[in-house]
């Protein structure tokens, strides 16, 4: 029986994978039977994620995204075994908030650096047919893009930018056989969230998760999705913008 979800013999790398989404897809991936390259902020985030893998074969990254540069050498690395790369799942991210008049070109590069230029390069390098022989790309944005909050200039425009260049990058891709789509979650249940309410009351705070009426996200509910974008069940699916917002409802 066909089952597009068995990922077994399939690897994948997996971006921001110390925390949050991105370790939650991990868990995933390996769940499913895939080896899962792991790219984390540090070595405690390694020894956090590395206990909660399914199966063997799997491979950690220590690499700071905010730095240029670096990224061939892992790539090379993942297949020094002449096992190719069957997808990337970017969930890697900074999402300051920054009001107007904090706004400066450092601010604005350090975001678009990890949001966006990491994301653009690797993409690059997986379009090389030394990487993969037929894949798919799921960058993780955000629905800042269409409902930004007060003080998310910077985060919105970098999220905004990966999913136009993800429009474009279909149609060249699909000549690779490769697809990418990118997914808008919500309030997901993160230390990312923590932190962007962690000036605000309970109320503004319950307020805010009350406008997806499927109420607050969990990690492994975006995860979920993102497999899927990585399954053959999703073949037919490329260069979109998947909402995965729990049903937003104050566009």
């Known amino acids: 029986m066909w089952n597009p979800f068995d990922f077994s013999r399939k690897r994948y790398i997996v971006t921001g994978a110390g925390s949050g989404i991105g370790k939650a897809t991990a868990v995933r991936l390996s769940e499913q039977g895939a080896e899962v390259c792991l790219i984390v902020l540090n070595?405690?985030?390694?020894?956090?994620?590395?206990?909660?893998?399914?199966?063997?074969?799997?491979?950690?990254?220590?690499?700071?995204?905010?730095?240029?540069?670096?990224?061939k050498e892992i790539f090379d690395d993942i297949v020094s075994d002449g096992h190719k790369i069957d997808g990337l799942v970017y969930c890697a991210g900074i999402a300051k908030i920054l009001p107007v008049a904090l706004l400066n070109k450092t601010n604005m590069d350090e975001s678009m650096t990890v949001n966006l230029y990491a994301f653009a390069e690797m993409v690059s390098l997986l379009s090389k047919r030394k990487y993969h022989d037929r894949a798919s790309i799921v960058g993780v944005s955000s629905l800042a893009v269409r409902v930004p909050q007060k003080c998310q200039g910077i985060y919105a425009a970098t999220k905004a930018a990966m999913n136009t260049m993800v429009t474009s990058m279909a149609i060249e891709l699909a000549e690779k056989n490769i697809r990418i789509n990118t997914v808008m979650p919500a309030s997901v249940n993160t230390k990312m969230l923590e932190k962007s309410f962690e000036d605000k009351t309970k109320e503004e705070f319950d307020l805010f998760i009350k406008k997806s009426v499927l109420g607050l996200e969990q990690p492994e509910d975006i995860a979920d999705i993102i497999l899927f974008l990585l399954s053959d069940a999703s073949r037919m699916i490329t260069g979109r913008e998947i909402y995965a917002d729990g049903g937003y409802i104050n566009f």
């Open 43 to 71: 070595k405690e985030q390694e020894e956090d994620v590395k206990p909660c893998l399914h199966g063997n074969g799997h491979a950690f990254y220590v690499k700071d995204l905010s730095k240029s540069g670096g990224y």
